[in-house]
Every structure is written in C-alpha cells, then in structure tokens.
C-alpha cells in the first residue's frame, strides 16, 4: 500500500501545534433539520480556511533540505495552493502554484499575499496540472501534488483520526470528493482503527470523477463542467488515492448544484458559518435525502472549507433561497391601464408576499396593447406560501408563468 496507517499516526506527531486541532460540534439546528445526530467537523476555520493544510503541511517537513531550498510547485483549484503557501512560508521554502483562471479571486488574492508566485493558467485543473508539470521539470522543483502524493494522503488522514477522538461514538462520516486524497486519508485512519464506521464520499453531479472510476476500476478522465463545488472539480481522481480508497469507502452519492446551494445557506443560517460549495457538500447530500439509511445515527460531516468569493456567496445564497421557496420568479400578464400595477402590487402584498424586482416589458408582447407583461421577483416564506400565491393569481384571473428552481414551480392557469 503507498499508504500506511502509521504514515496518518507519524503525520499527526508532524503536523501537531501548526495545523489547526479543529473543532467537531454537535449540531442541534442541522440535526433537526437531516433527522440525523450532526456533529461537524470545523476545517473551514484553519487559518488558510480548508483542510488541505494538513497535507501539505506534512509533505513539505518530509523533504530533504536541497528540495526545500529549490521549492516546490503544485496545481491546485486553490485550497491546497493556500495551505501550501502557507507553511511553505513558515518553514522558508519557495513556492509556485499554478491555478486555473476560474479559481475564486479570494483563493488567488490570498496565495500571492502570503508571497506565493502565482500562475494562472487554463480553464480548468488538468490544464493547470499539465503546465505545473512542465513547469516543474524546467525549473527544476519538486511537485507536491494536491491529492495523490501519499504524504499528503496521510496528512489529510490526520482529520480522520482527529473525528475519532472527538467524536468516539461516530457511526458514519460523509467525505467530499475531488481528487479523492481527504477521503482515502480519513478513510484509511478511520477504517483501521473502527471499520464498522461507514465512510460515505460525496461528489458533485457535474464532476463525479470518482464514480466513474468506480465502474471503470481505475481512475478515468470525465468532462469536468463547472461546479459551485469548485474544489471538487477534478476531471480524474488520483491513482494512489483511489488504490487507497476504493476498498475502505462504502458508497458515494452524487449532490446536484441546487442541493450544494441549499446547504451553503443552510450553514450560514443555522451554523453561522461561511462554508464553500465543496465543503457544504456533505450537508447537501444529507439534506437531498442521498443517505436515508444514516437516520437517527451519529453522523460527521467535514466542513473542509471555507473559501468562496463574496460575490459568489451572494449568488449561492440566492439559489439556496430560491431552492428553499423562499425566493420566486414568474412572469404574469396585467392590465396597462391606470392601476394596473397597483393592483397587481396590491394582490401579491396582501398574500403576504413581497416584491424584491418588478420589470415591464411593452415593446416585444403580441397582441392585446391593453396589457403589459411584468417580471417578478418575490420573496415568499416557502414553497407552501409560493403555491398559495399561484392559486390566487390564477382565482384572480393572471396568467402567470413560475420559474422552475425551487420545489413549487407551474402555470397559475
Ligand atoms: C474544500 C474542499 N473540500 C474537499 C476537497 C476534496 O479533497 P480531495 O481533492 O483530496 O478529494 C477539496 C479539494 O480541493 C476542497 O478544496
């Protein structure tokens, strides 16, 4: 195996006093709300905001001086470009990190602050992993590849171990999936010291490299769309991490963007904690109804990051909203005449709702010159208050047409 047990136990000896203990809370409002017992792991409060630290943080110490003082390189969707940074800084070694172009601002921003050369190349992972490649052979440095490089699965590992002491009872843990590196780790360290814990990997539908691999046997490149899970968008997990994994974890599920959103604004609300797509994945799975079975039992879901744009947060934050029922869109046909508006404005306000943007649009309707079509933007209570909402208009007479994005959608008539 190119990964020990005492590989995870020897990297929890090195990483201790610089990575951060995390925290693994019970939680009250998200076990109300799954019907399971939630305990969360808090790894978006490292102080590079993701779990990734750990491995980076025992890959570099494992180096030999002459690598160190060369430097290292990685590729990275951004969250192990930050944890590498940043202990490379504190242990002196000079670091490149190649990014692709779609990485959040936040993750680039931060990386350069800390004194990292930052390229930027590519639209996607594998393109960076490519040039971090090229890159590496012509300046000569070492690769500490994100997910793969057993140093790093070990390190990530030490999370595994970590949950086990604080939460000893611990019945299942639901681990987000990238290049699968975390997942091979906690599973390797959980497996070997309980095995009846079930490991449950959690991938986003746009990406799910890892179940691919799964019906392949080995690992194979998928088309990698664009994910609100952007740290989970790897084309292709890794060999090492998938040989590591494959026999210990006991199923994946695949999350959909809406349910990813949902469980973002699910953490800020309940949790109070800023959480990225990926690490708001296992919540969404749990949330989507994916893992039935883990009702009732002890369940710990990894909060394994916390870096996202605030620009992209507000936007998922919407989604979420609009997921929930507690945002809605529609466009309905009324009357241009004097009034028209006031009493459309007037009907929607007296269902309780109320309107966040309302647009006209004369120019471009067929037909009736005495009506005007408008689009509308409600913020409603849930999809209950929606469907009342559709009801009404259609009792009084509007022709209404819902957007489909939360669980009530339809024609009011
Ligand atoms: C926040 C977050 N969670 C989970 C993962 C998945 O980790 P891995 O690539 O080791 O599967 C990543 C990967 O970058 C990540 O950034």
Redesign the pocket.
């Known amino acids: 195996m190119v990964v020990e047990f005492s590989d995870i136990a020897a990297a929890a000896q090195r990483i201790r006093g610089k990575v951060v203990y995390s925290p693994c809370p019970a939680s009250i409002p998200l076990s109300l709300a799954t019907g399971m017992e939630i305990h969360c792991k808090l790894d978006n409060l490292q102080r590079t905001g993701?779990?990734?630290e750990r491995?980076a943080c025992n890959a570099l110490q494992l180096l030999g001086t002459a690598e160190q003082q060369r430097g290292v390189i990685a590729a990275?969707?951004?969250?192990?470009a930050l944890g590498l940074t940043y202990h490379a800084r504190l242990l002196g070694i000079p670091v490149t990190v190649v990014m692709p172009r779609t990485a959040p601002l936040t993750k680039v921003v931060n990386c350069r602050q800390m004194g990292g050369e930052v390229i930027l190349h590519g639209e996607d992972f594998e393109t960076a992993r490519q040039e971090a490649l090229r890159l590496q052979a012509e300046r000569g440095l070492t690769l500490i590849h994100?997910?793969d490089d057993p140093a790093?699965i070990a390190g990530?590992g030490t999370m595994g171990l970590e949950i086990l002491e604080q939460v000893p009872d611990v019945e299942a843990i639901i681990?987000?999936?990238?290049?699968?590196?975390?997942?091979?780790g906690v599973a390797l360290a959980v497996k070997t010291l309980k095995p009846d814990v079930l490991i449950i990997g959690v991938e986003p539908d746009r990406v799910a490299s890892y179940a691919a691999a799964v019906v392949a046997g080995h690992p194979v490149m998928v088309a990698a769309r664009p994910t609100l899970?952007d740290?989970?968008a790897?084309p292709q997990?890794g060999h090492n991490?998938f040989a590591v994994a494959r026999p210990l974890v006991d199923h994946t599920v695949v999350v959909r963007e809406q349910d990813v959103a949902l469980a973002v604004l699910r953490l800020v609300e309940l949790e109070r904690a800023v959480v990225?797509g990926?690490?708001a994945?296992s919540l969404a799975a749990c949330l989507a109804g994916l893992v039935p079975e883990l009702r009732g039992r002890k369940v710990v879901l990894?909060l394994?990051?916390g870096?996202i744009d605030t620009t992209i947060l507000g936007r998922i934050l919407e989604r979420g909203l609009a997921r929930d029922g507690r945002l809605c869109q529609f466009t309905a046909i009324i009357s241009d005449r004097p009034g028209g508006l006031a009493a459309f404005a007037a009907l929607i306000a007296d269902e309780g709702a109320s309107i966040k943007h309302i647009e006209h649009e004369r120019t471009f309707m067929e037909g009736d010159l005495s009506t005007v079509t408008v689009r509308c933007v409600v913020e409603t209570r849930d999809a209950g208050h929606i469907r009342e909402l559709r009801e009404r208009l259609a009792r009084d007479g509007y022709s209404a047409l819902f957007t489909e994005s939360g669980p009530a959608t339809g024609h009011a008539n």
């Open positions: 993701s779990f990734k491995g990275s969707a951004g969250n192990h994100g997910f790093v990530q681990v987000p999936i990238g290049g699968a590196g975390l997942i091979a899970a740290g989970l790897v997990v991490a990225e990926a690490g994945a990894p394994s990051g870096n």
